[in-house]
DNA sequence: CTTCAGATGCTCT
DNA sequence: GAGCATCTGAAGA
């Protein structure tokens, strides 16, 4: 399942020539014409779900209450409408620009924000540990839908040249855990099918390592 | 710790 | 016109 292969996988979004950089650590999957919670259960195809019928590695950027963007990697071929929606990263590079466009973009908060060094690394996590969040801090939004992005692995058998791709760096979750989907109460049973795929964490930070060693962000 | 309302605009009926 | 793949701060237990 895709969800799942795109646990421990790099998001990258370069914008003004600064690296964007987030590892996936939580990621849903919607499969489209059987599952009720998708926006193309039952084959439905508008202007907006039309993006999920591109065949697999395309952005499906949409926007949600009005406020958030949320976005997915289509899966599968050409025609099938299915996705994985992107919940969470761990921000690992570009993390200042991140923290800047959350507090300018983000909605407004009362609490004074903190001096970027001062942030834990609980913190940082919490910047990107949302599918709303995530989007704010990495300047996703629907212009980047129907985006056509190419997985690469570390090995360069194929390279992006797109300024908005997935790639790996060599990071792994050092466990995953699946569970139910969230947010879908609407979707009757397909609201408990375990199509959730998270990093496990520890003290509110995802437990990731790279060759054998773990790794904090 | 837990609920709860409000923000806001697009999509689909 | 209703509802939504969310997030935040405030209020209550």
């Known amino acids: 399942m895709l969800s799942e292969a795109l646990i421990g996988k790099t998001l990258v979004h370069r914008v003004n020539g600064v690296e964007l950089a987030g590892i996936i650590t939580e990621t849903e999957a919607y499969m489209g014409e059987i599952d009720r919670a998708s926006h193309a259960y039952g084959g439905r195809r508008t202007a907006r779900t039309e993006t999920l019928f591109l065949e697999g590695g395309h952005a499906y950027v949409y926007l949600i209450y009005g406020i958030y963007s949320c976005m997915n990697i289509t899966a599968n071929e050409d025609g099938v409408p299915q996705g994985t929606l992107i919940r969470a990263v761990c921000p690992i590079a570009g993390q200042e620009e991140m923290y800047r466009s959350y507090l300018e973009k983000g909605r407004r908060r009362k609490t004074p924000p903190k001096a970027f060094e001062d942030?834990?690394?609980?913190?940082?996590?919490?910047?990107?540990?949302?599918?709303?969040?995530?989007?704010?801090?990495?300047?996703?939004?629907?212009?980047?839908?129907?985006?056509?992005?190419?997985?690469?692995?570390?090995?360069?058998?194929?390279?992006?040249?797109?300024?908005?791709?997935?790639?790996?760096?060599?990071?792994?979750?050092?466990e995953i855990v699946r569970a139910p989907r969230i947010g879908i109460d609407y979707a009757g049973e397909a609201a408990e099918y375990p199509w959730r795929f998270t990093a496990k964490e520890k003290n509110g930070v995802p437990m990731l390592e790279k060759d054998g060693c773990s790794v904090i962000f």
């Not at 609980?122 to 939004?141: F, H, Q, R, W």
């Not at 992005?149 to 997935?166: H, T």
């Open 119 to 174: 942030l834990s690394p609980k913190e940082l996590y919490a910047l990107t540990n949302g599918p709303g969040k995530l989007c704010v801090a990495m300047s996703i939004d629907r212009s980047l839908d129907r985006r056509n992005m190419v997985l690469v692995n570390s090995g360069n058998e194929k390279i992006a040249e797109s300024d908005f791709f997935v790639r790996d760096d060599g990071y792994r979750a050092v």
